[in-house]
T-cell receptor, first 111, second 113 residues
């Protein structure tokens, strides 16, 4: 059974701090990894994707991938109250459209 | 506007009464998929389609059917709904030329009594 695990939280950080969200996956064949943000009552929307080992930066967001450790993380710098949401980690298998999502981590950024 | 449209957004039905949730995308995406989201379990894939007339089971296909007769449409069919299918359902589409990033519909909240 392919699994993606995340700490469900809630993770609380003060405004302006760095939020660190972590994700581990069980399928070594997973090729690409995605972080989606989901506000309460809304559909998920893409934050970032990564498929190579190392770091990938996009504005205040940095995704990190370590395939040897089967570990993906998302750092949010200068966290804002508008970042308060649930963050979903997803792994895409080595074929087609087989995505496996983690349960999500709820982030709360306190003003 | 590029979007995935699901209908209905909310539905309350009774056990055994067949229902269909429609999904349509206007982005000419090759891939479409259905997910259900339950508290503590995250998004679980029900079915996916990589092209017209090509569908495959995801992780939780039992009790569901799908069809892909046209590229833009991917309806989800519950032939005989049961209470354990009460959930929030999302349709999504993507394209390999777009790094397989999923674009989700707004969601359909289904309650089976």
């Amino acid at each position: 059974q392919k699994e993606v695990e995340q700490n469900s939280g809630p993770l609380s950080v003060p405004e302006g701090a760095i939020a660190s969200l972590n994700c581990t996956y069980s399928d070594r064949g997973s090729q690409s990894f995605f972080w989606y943000r989901q506000y309460s009552g809304k559909s998920p929307e893409l934050i970032m994707f990564i498929y190579s080992n190392g770091d990938k930066e996009d504005g205040r967001f940095t995704a990190q991938l370590n395939k040897a450790s089967q570990y993906v993380s998302l750092l949010i710098r200068d966290s804002q109250p508008s970042d308060s949401a649930t963050y979903l980690c997803a792994a895409q298998g080595d074929y087609g459209q087989n995505f496996v999502f983690g349960p999500g981590t709820r982030l709360s950024v306190l003003p | 506007e590029a979007q995935v449209t699901q209908n209905p957004r909310y539905l309350i039905t009774v056990t055994g009464k067949k229902l269909t949730v429609t999904c349509s995308q206007n982005m000419n995406h090759e891939y479409m998929s259905w997910y259900r989201q339950d508290p503590g379990l995250g998004l679980r894939q029900i079915y996916y389609s990589m092209n017209v007339e090509v569908t495959d089971k995801g992780d939780v296909p039992e009790g569901y059917k799908v069809s892909r007769k046209e590229k833009r449409n991917f309806p989800l069919i519950l032939e005989s709904p049961s209470p354990n299918q009460t959930s929030l359902y999302f349709c999504a589409s993507s394209s390999p030329s777009g790094a397989n990033v999923l674009t989700f519909g707004a969601g359909s909240r289904l309650t089976v009594l």
